[in-house]
């Protein structure tokens, strides 16, 4: 989101439509964003659509799932143009193997192929075909279906391929025990209201929200009809989309003034690099990082209204009865930003993400789960240099960061001062080593990260 848009008068960088171009020049903004941001306001209002006048009460599943995949197709092509032929096809070779493949490698087969298919895309947009001269990036979209085809096949080996007794508590909750059809499967990996921004969600959630079992299951714990409710009052989710967008709105502010401001690229200042003291480098390399945060915000939060609008998402109430939209929720922007650890912060910052990873690599792993789960991650956000950086800088900050504190925080708790000084001294140190931590990540580059490491 932070290209400059094309020149007037010049053919929009896009592989998508272009019936949008008169806006983009108008308002000086990339075409993809504006077809981005174009269908998440399209998808808003076909979510409350979807809600009200195709209610699994009203509707048949057959029908909510035809229409959710109809929608997101379109948004899909709308955005990206040819480009959607790449998730059209993995789709499809994954379901193949779906269907083909024996329960004891389906987890196997469908990983290798998912996140070799993404690889290939990547290295081949970036490196081979220099689609870089396209600001269209597809890869957002294809990233997040190989999330849900790969979570999707390690769920059913779980059901269908594993024992009872072998699996977690979460691992049993989410087993599938039924291979989806055709059609359940391409409504969960391409429906309107995640096929753009995501998030990562669960099959069984997803199948449950499309036949109206979703808020009575969460209500209840239990399957509803199995104690006898059939018209418990349906939760609504118009205060949570309203909250949602609100902070969607501050966050678009927030881009439009703070990050153009302290664009990422004032790392590479020679000012920065070769002029400024130690302490002005430190406090600018946080103001620029956090400048880095609001399209992140913009995006996620929006992605996350969709569903709810939709009347997906909500995951229970709490102690005080209020009703609870989070379930698909990508971040929690007060936890990020007074996080007194590296571990706080990466649990509240894109949380889907981590929770795939966690299902697919992390808890299956017998050797070095930390180590490989940063690996992956690094693997599935794309091939630039600086995403390496990211995450292998990650591995010993968060080893460091895990000694630290099993050693040294108990002997701050003798006091309330002191525990105070700990956290003031810990927020700090964790703001500070994330944004030197994430700086390559938004660099890209290997010359600037280079150059900031030696600065």
């Not at 209002?45 to 209610?55: D, E, K, N, S």
């Not at 429906?191 to 929200?209: R, T, W």
């Not at 969709?306 to 005080?320: P, W």
Request: hydrophobic share 45%; with cysteine.
């Amino acid at each position: 989101m932070a290209a400059e848009a094309p020149p007037a008068g010049l053919s929009p960088r896009t592989t998508g439509s272009t019936c949008l171009h008169p806006l983009s020049e108008l308002l000086r903004i990339p075409l993809d964003q504006v077809n981005f941001v174009a269908c998440q306001l399209f998808a808003l209002f076909a979510a409350f659509w979807f809600r009200i006048y195709l209610h699994p009460g009203k509707t048949s599943s057959e029908v909510r799932h035809a229409i959710a995949t109809i929608l997101g197709i379109y948004f899909v092509i709308f955005c990206f143009g040819w480009y959607s032929i790449h998730l059209f096809v993995l789709v499809l070779l994954c379901y193949g193997i779906m269907v083909t493949t024996s329960v004891s490698n389906i987890h196997r087969y469908t990983f290798f192929v998912a996140m070799g298919y993404l690889t290939i895309c990547h290295i081949s947009r970036i490196y081979i075909f220099h689609y870089g001269i396209l600001t269209t990036d597809f890869s957002g979209p294809l990233m997040i279906v190989t999330q849900k085809i790969t979570a999707l096949a390690f769920q059913v080996h779980d059901g269908l391929g594993r024992r009872a007794e072998d699996l977690s508590a979460e691992q049993h909750r989410l087993a599938v025990k039924v291979k989806p059809s055709l059609l359940e499967y391409l409504s969960y990996l391409l429906n309107f209201m995640s096929v753009i921004a995501g998030p990562c969600n669960n099959f069984k959630d997803y199948v449950a929200f499309i036949e109206g079992r979703h808020t009575h299951m969460k209500l209840l714990g239990v399957n509803w009809k199995q104690k006898g409710f059939h018209s418990l009052l349906e939760p609504s989710p118009n205060r949570a989309v309203i909250q949602k967008l609100c902070v969607t709105l501050v966050s678009l502010l927030l881009f439009l003034t703070l990050t153009k401001t302290f664009p990422i690229t004032c790392l590479a200042d020679d000012w920065f690099v070769h002029k400024a003291d130690f302490l002005t480098r430190l406090f600018y390399l946080y103001v620029v990082m956090q400048a880095a945060k609001p399209k992140y915000y913009f995006a996620w939060t929006l992605a996350d209204a969709v569903n709810n609008a939709a009347g997906f998402g909500f995951s229970g109430v709490d102690k005080n009865g209020n009703s609870c939209w989070d379930l698909l929720s990508n971040l929690n922007i007060w936890k990020i930003e007074t996080a007194t650890s590296l571990k706080i912060y990466l649990e509240n910052w894109n949380i889907q993400t981590a929770a795939w990873l966690k299902c697919v690599c992390y808890e299956r792993t017998p050797w070095y789960p930390t180590v490989l789960t940063f690996v992956l991650s690094a693997l599935w956000h794309g091939v630039y240099p600086g995403y390496y950086f990211t995450f292998l800088t990650g591995v010993l900050v968060t080893l460091a960061a895990r000694a630290v504190r099993n050693n040294y925080r108990q002997h701050f708790h003798s006091s309330k001062a002191l525990k105070v000084v700990y956290d003031v001294v810990t927020w700090a140190t964790t703001q500070l080593a994330v944004s030197y931590i994430a700086a390559p990540f938004v660099m890209l580059a290997v010359e600037p990260t280079i150059s900031l490491y030696n600065c």
